[in-house]
């Protein structure tokens, strides 16, 4: 699976939306790109995930360049819970394992 | 729906005795359980795949005769730390694989803060 790099720590002010950039140029044509988030404490929480597509649900959006190299998480308004741990992991659907790199660590700012 | 839970949510012992924690999915069946151990200020680090009704696949480094794994049911995983020392106090997670139509989502249990004295 391909290595992603993720900032190691990240602010925004509650209410504004917070953008978590994710690279990830090894990535092979058949990887898909996952969020999850750790709040503390707490095991992981699955966002989104997406192929090549812009991906949208009822916690984020997620948009993948055209090159599949880097993507950002979006999160549109962000508020206090969501501060927390997000991990960018690269997986091959066949792949079941996920593999966690160190993260970007999301302060949400009252 | 989709929810994992783990028992118990804390646990302290002595060194030398053996921990067991249980990781369960509670609304769905999962064929492939994992276990993940995290240290303080550290991300997640896996450390075995399990799979329903046959023997666990154990990452490098991780001793299989420490971390004992049993999946016996599709709902039900359990970890085993043999002979418990200090350094293996961590916070231990696992995961539930549910597959379901052509996604492979994870879906993690709350973790188990186990503390060796």
């Known amino acids: 699976d391909a290595k992603t790099t993720q900032p190691p720590s990240m602010d925004c002010a509650e209410g504004r939306a917070a953008n978590l950039p994710c690279n990830h140029s090894?990535?092979?044509?058949?990887?898909?790109v996952y969020w999850y988030r750790q709040i503390h404490s707490q095991g992981p929480q699955y966002i989104i995930h997406?192929?090549?597509n812009n991906e949208t649900n009822e916690m984020a959006s997620l948009i993948i360049t055209e090159d599949r190299k880097s993507s950002t998480l979006i999160l549109p308004h962000a508020t206090l819970r969501d501060t927390a741990v997000y991990y960018c992991?690269?997986?091959?659907?066949?792949?079941?394992?996920?593999?966690f790199g160190s993260g970007t660590r999301l302060l949400v700012r009252p | 729906g989709a929810v994992v839970s783990q028992h118990p949510s804390r646990v302290i012992c002595k060194s030398g005795t053996s921990v067991k924690i249980e990781c369960r999915s509670l609304?769905?069946?999962?064929?492939?359980m994992f276990w993940y151990r995290q240290f303080p200020k550290q991300s997640l680090m896996l450390m075995a795949t399990?799979?329903?009704?046959?023997?666990?696949?154990?990452e490098q480094g991780v001793e299989k005769d420490k971390f004992l794994i049993n999946h016996a049911s599709l709902t039900l995983s359990t970890l085993t730390v043999t002979s418990a020392h200090p350094e293996d106090s961590s916070f231990y997670i696992c995961?539930?694989?549910?597959?379901?139509?052509?996604?492979?989502?994870?879906?993690f249990g709350p973790g188990t803060r186990l503390t060796v004295l």
């Open positions: 609304d769905f069946q999962a064929t492939t």
């Open positions: 995961s539930a694989r549910w597959a379901r139509g052509r996604s492979n989502e994870q879906f």
């Open positions: 090894t990535i092979s044509g058949n990887e898909y």
């Open positions: 399990s799979n329903e009704g046959s023997k666990a696949t154990y």
């Open positions: 992991i690269v997986r091959m659907d066949s792949s079941y394992k996920l593999i």
């Open positions: 997406g192929l090549k």
